[in-house]
């Protein structure tokens, strides 16, 4: 079933949908284990989505904690990049960095991101420089920049790579968005899940 959405509304419900997906598509290609996603948006523009990512690994050294730290880092880092993606197929897909920026830092919401990447950020720097005067706040403010600048140019070469899939399931996830029937009420709500089964059908990655 599809229902075709106000022109409002299937705006904001594709940049949540690249949002999410970009979450999803370069979760996959860093090694972790998908699952579903799901997107809802209201009338007037309210929004919930989400991409189940399965964070347990195997963990054996010290490298292996490095490694994945920074692939979780950067599966945070693309769901900002990925919803800054034009949705017009005649259109360069280039992350737009000032705008992600401002995603991230919560001018447009994923501020959950922001503070995981934050709270990760320190952690592998403390792995990274362990011998590190805590004092040394220019130096560890150099470090943390040093390692995000780094990871932020590697999510944007996947995220840019992979944008054609990004964007295509993006648009798949809201065209088969529906209006929800509530009880007693007007229904204002559109929403969709598709199952990692649903998915894999529809773009094998």
């Not at 970009?22 to 989505?49: E, K, N, S």
């Not at 259109?91 to 705008?99: F, I, L, S, T």
Request: glycine letters at 6%; a negative charge; charged letters at 25%.
């Amino acid at each position: 079933m599809t229902t075709k959405l106000p022109a409002a509304v299937r705006d904001r419900a594709l940049q949540i949908a690249h949002h999410e997906m970009g979450h999803y598509v370069v979760a996959h290609a860093l090694g972790f284990a998908t699952g579903g996603v799901t997107l809802t948006v209201t009338m007037d523009l309210r929004h919930q989505g989400g991409a189940c990512i399965t964070l347990v690994r195997p963990i054996s050294s010290i490298d292996a904690m490095k490694e994945h730290l920074e692939a979780r880092m950067m599966v945070l880092l693309a769901g900002a990049m990925a919803q800054t993606l034009p949705s017009k197929p005649s259109a360069a897909k280039r992350v737009d960095k000032p705008k992600a920026t401002a995603i991230l830092k919560g001018e447009q919401g994923a501020e959950q991101d922001y503070a995981k990447i934050r709270e990760l950020q320190h952690l592998l720097r403390n792995i990274v420089y362990p011998d590190t005067d805590p004092a040394s706040g220019e130096r560890i403010a150099a470090q943390l920049k040093e390692m995000t600048d780094r990871l932020w140019a590697q999510t944007q070469e996947i995220v840019e790579a992979l944008a054609e899939t990004i964007t295509e399931l993006g648009e798949t996830l809201v065209d088969r968005m529906v209006l929800v029937e509530q009880w007693g009420r007007p229904a204002d709500t559109y929403e969709i899940v598709l199952t990692r089964e649903m998915l894999e059908r529809l773009n094998p990655l």
